[in-house]
């Protein structure tokens, strides 16, 4: 219905395509799982690799009123380029000394201060640019990363900000800090991360500081830990569709839809001898006489090398495997003698609703998370994206929370297959 058309028309090498409807109907599912919290979509690196202005863009019209990013320079260049209005609140956590305090403050940004360094920097950029910053304070809960230690640093931290807010110079608009292994539902970390976050929090409030939102939760949490959310869920990988791991679940078990798909256009198909060595070091050798698809990806695009002999790849309605080893710029399928014409469509990873594998499939295959695997697809891909949808938000029916997406079992495509779904 609303297949608003940048469909490439010429045929590319490879390509992302970025569904920017699955993207709005998974902030629609976020939110109505967090329904008392407001939502952030986290958009840092570049929205996870599918493009951090389109996705917030598209983020923000499905109801997220938050956008946070990493680094302060991602932030400001959100707050420049995405056209979103002055309302949208985008917080950037990752500072470290000499960075663009004043610029945020200008630009209206939300500061996450974990020390007190931060604190005097950020006090001196109020003071040069004549305005108050909003200011986040990060509470070390347990995650032992960024964020200020429980007990006497937090009272000084606490302490510090309060004096400088009754100055003017800034307001202290949130109070956060984030999980460890909220990824592995159960561990024991989670509680106690909770306890201390609520006894961290009502420290500050005793003394005084009226924060506008409280948080912790990402995307594990906000799908498993209703006690998690406060006033704001800051999710990420769940806003592109991805399970945060096999344990919490599979996204379809939460109504997720994968926003990327990776296509390669097949570079050449030859009949090769059984016994023929592929690719450098020669680790396939054909078990005999075959067919050979050369997908024109490699490490330099982001697929993992890591995936040597066990990637899948959907070409010609089966599920082929990487064979051999990735190189920089391609790799090779055994066609097990179909007969395919060059320029066929190769799936790497998509929604895994069409028979096609998916970035949790390719996390399995080279032994790592599926936020890695989306996020180092490289710039010489393309984004396309698809169904932008424009002034057309309110069409886009949200996917019910728990509907199963058709498997494989039974299709033609999973014959040929020797890696298994993962997560289901
Ligand atoms: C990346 C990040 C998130 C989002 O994590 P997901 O697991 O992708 O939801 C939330 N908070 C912080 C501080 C982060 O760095």
Redesign the pocket.
Known sequence: MNETATQPTAPLRARAEIDLGALRANVRTLRALAPGAAL?A?V?SDA?GHGAVPCARAAVEAGATWL?T?TPEEALDLRARAGLPDSVRIMC??WTPGGPWREAIEADLDV?VSGMWALEEVVAAARAAGLPARVQLKADTGLGR?GCQPGDDWAELVGGALRVEADGLLRITGL?S?LAC??EPGHPSIDAQLALFREMVAYAEERGVRAEVRHI??????LTRSDSHFDLV???????GIS?SPEVGSSADFGLRPVMSLKASVALVKQVPGGHGVSYGHHYVTPGVTTLGLIPVGYADGIPRHASGTGPVLVGGKWRTVAGRVAMDQFVVDLGGDELEAGAEAVLFGAGDHGEPTAEDWAQAAGTIA?EIVTRIGTRVPRVYVNEGVGEIAEIVPEVVGEVIPGYEGDDVAQGCDVKRSGT
Do not use: E
């Open positions: 952030m986290v840092k996870y946070g990493a956590w990752l996450s960024n956060w984030h909220a990824d939760a990402n995307s594990p949490a906000t800051r999710t990420g990988i769940a806003v592109y945060p936020y």
